[in-house]
């Protein structure tokens, strides 16, 4: 269940509250989240939507720990990450959080089986189980015939299925998908989207998702729009179109 | 070890940029590793010379000569307990380019004298029974491919004519910093044959019983021939050697201000290469830390890479000079110590290592303090 009110129960996966986020240009304060209550149980797969600057990409940052609210809180799986030290949150995105870039980010320099192994070189796994783990996950997406492929030899589509897989790789709490489909033609941009729709239906991932496509907005389960750094309404999938 | 493809695959990312930094290493390191050779061979003198001995020269000069006399008189000096002398020969063997120094010895004191060199007790027989014998060191027999029993001829250049000598020994240094292409023959030869300053030596070398005494002892043998016609100038040997150096000029001011001209810029060059390296990787930098990668392994990352060029460049440029000195002194004589120090190569590798680190502490800070959301931002 995705609740914008603030007055979910205290069981949700992710919980914001009141969060904020001001920066300072200059002498102005632009205020790009403000007072922003957010409950998200887990399973949930969620897109964000709103026009350019309405704070979908800050919120995602925050809610990812990537970035610190100027106010308000995020607790997920009990854990309050606004409170956490720098070098706290680091370790805790190494282990609760997968990230999907737009532009995939591959590192050109290594393989798709090194950029998906990444994540996996924190944990203490043995080279044996990593190369277990890395495996799966590029047979979850498709993929398992170019692990020794450089992103340069890969297709858009099949670069952002390897970075899909390097999100799902160390079994995050949860996917943050930052405009996946963003930068993928209408065929390539469906693939990765049946891929996420599998990753929610069949091994039960959370996803939050910010996108500008409505048709990548109508997979989500529950789609919030963002306005001014407000979210303005809450539509259930299918009505997003 | 789970890292090391990672550091390896960005140093092969642009690997004409890589092999230009190593080469640059390599280049520095090479030039530092020739410096230390020269540098060495200058100082050899210094850092062999005995602490127990002490060098006679004539107070006006070191090319006036002393009288024979003096020999028994330094031996009388309390707390000397060897004398030797010998005289500078000066000659030309074949052409002027084959220098080697070659010294006339007191066949009977010159040996007990010089311990670090050694000669087998039959050489040393037969070069007494002959007065034109001649002893010569390992290194220079082998730059001539002498044998015992050569018959060698050398043009003198202060005393005239041609010398002809018989090989008949060979010594070797007993540490590996020993000169070994000295040319020994006979005081009494040359004292026969020269036709001026008959009964004069060159300088005198005494050994002392105590080497805490040479202050003393220097004052000593030097009051000892205050006012006679023939004034003495003693000194340490060290001394004595350090101030052959010096009329070089400066030697080591002349390294280091080069060395360190080289380093600098080399430190300058890699510093910017490694600042636009870190630059062009914002985005991925940015990744590894979204996943999880601390800023302390960022810095570290960066820093490793440096190091790893620096390591791999400079063992390159110190182990070409070492295969440069292997071939000897390519100067015919002028630097007949000519050898890289495992020291040197030590030091050097420290400092390519530490011009490294220099080089990337910043590259690598800036990296490490990156903010996420914002690197990831910039296209």
């Known amino acids: 269940m995705v609740r914008i009110d603030g007055r979910g129960d205290g069981d949700a996966l992710i919980r914001a509250r009141g969060l904020g986020k001001t920066y300072r240009r200059g002498g102005e304060e632009i205020h790009v989240l403000q007072g922003l209550n957010l409950d998200v149980d887990a399973g949930e797969f969620i897109a964000f939507m709103g026009p350019s600057g309405s704070g979908k990409t800050t919120l995602l940052n925050l809610l990812g720990g990537l970035d610190v609210p100027s106010e308000g809180s995020v607790t997920v799986a009990g854990d309050e990450i606004t409170r956490m030290s720098g070098r706290k949150l680091t370790a805790w995105r190494s282990r609760h959080v997968g990230f999907v870039f737009q532009m995939y980010n591959l590192i050109p320099v290594l393989t798709a089986f090194q950029n998906v192994e990444l994540p996996l070189l924190l944990t203490s796994l043995s080279k044996a189980q990593r190369r277990q783990h890395v495996e799966t996950a590029l047979e979850v997406v498709g993929l398992a015939d170019r692990m020794t492929h450089y992103p340069r030899q890969l297709s858009g589509g099949q670069e952002q299925r390897v970075g899909i897989a390097r999100a799902i790789v160390a079994d995050p709490t949860f996917l943050l998908c930052d405009e996946p489909t963003g930068d993928l033609d209408r065929k390539s941009a469906d693939e990765a989207l049946d891929l996420i729709d599998r990753l929610v239906r069949e091994y039960g991932k959370t996803v939050l998702m910010v996108t500008h496509d409505p048709l990548a907005a109508e997979r989500a389960h529950v789609v919030l729009y963002l306005e001014k750094g407000v979210l303005v309404d809450k539509v259930t999938a299918g009505r997003a179109r | ?379």
């Open chain 2, 1 to 379: 070890m789970k890292y090391v493809h990672l550091v390896l695959s960005n140093l092969f990312r642009k690997k004409t940029r890589t092999a230009l930094t190593t080469g640059s290493f390599a280049v520095a390191l090479f030039l530092f590793g020739i410096l230390a050779v020269v540098d060495g061979a200058f100082q050899q003198g210094v850092d062999v010379a005995g602490v127990d001995r002490l060098v006679v020269l004539n107070r006006v000069s070191i090319i006036q000569p002393l009288p024979l006399a003096y020999r028994d008189r330094l031996l009388r000096v309390p707390g000397v307990t060897h004398v030797t002398f010998a005289n500078w020969f000066g000659g030309v063997y074949q052409d002027e380019r084959n220098f080697f120094p070659q010294f006339a010895i007191d066949r009977e004191s010159y040996r007990q004298m010089f311990t670090e060199f050694v000669v087998p007790d039959d050489q040393w027989q037969a070069f007494q029974t002959d007065k034109e014998g001649a002893i010569v060191g390992e290194a220079l027999a082998e730059r001539f491919k002498w044998k015992l029993g050569d018959r060698i001829p050398i043009k003198g250049t202060i005393f005239a004519g041609t010398w002809e000598f018989n090989i008949r020994g060979i010594y070797h240094g007993r540490r590996v910093q020993d000169d070994t292409t000295q040319f020994w023959f006979r005081w009494d030869y040359l004292d026969e044959r020269k036709a001026f300053t008959k009964g004069m030596v060159g300088w005198y070398t005494v050994r002392i019983a105590n080497p805490d005494d040479a202050v003393r002892l220097v004052k000593a043998i030097d009051e000892n021939f205050v006012n006679s016609p023939f004034e003495t100038k003693t000194d340490t040997e060290k001394a004595f050697a350090a101030s052959f150096v010096k009329q070089m000029g400066n030697i080591q001011l002349l390294i280091l201000t080069v060395g360190s001209v080289v380093f600098f810029t080399l430190l300058l060059v890699t510093g910017n290469t490694m600042a636009i390296a870190v630059r062009e990787r914002t985005r991925e930098l940015a990744v590894l830390k979204a996943v999880g990668f601390s800023d302390r392994f960022v810095l570290a990352l960066v820093i490793v890479e440096t190091m790893i060029v620096a390591a791999v460049g400079g063992g390159v440029g110190l182990g070409l000079a070492k295969l440069f000195t292997l071939r000897g002194d390519p100067t015919g004589g002028l630097l007949p110590f000519f050898y890289l120090a495992p020291e040197d190569i030590g030091v050097g590798l420290l400092l390519a290592l530490a011009v490294g680190l220099a080089a990337g502490v910043l590259p690598a800070l800036s990296a490490s303090r990156l903010r996420v959301v914002d690197a990831l931002r910039r296209v």
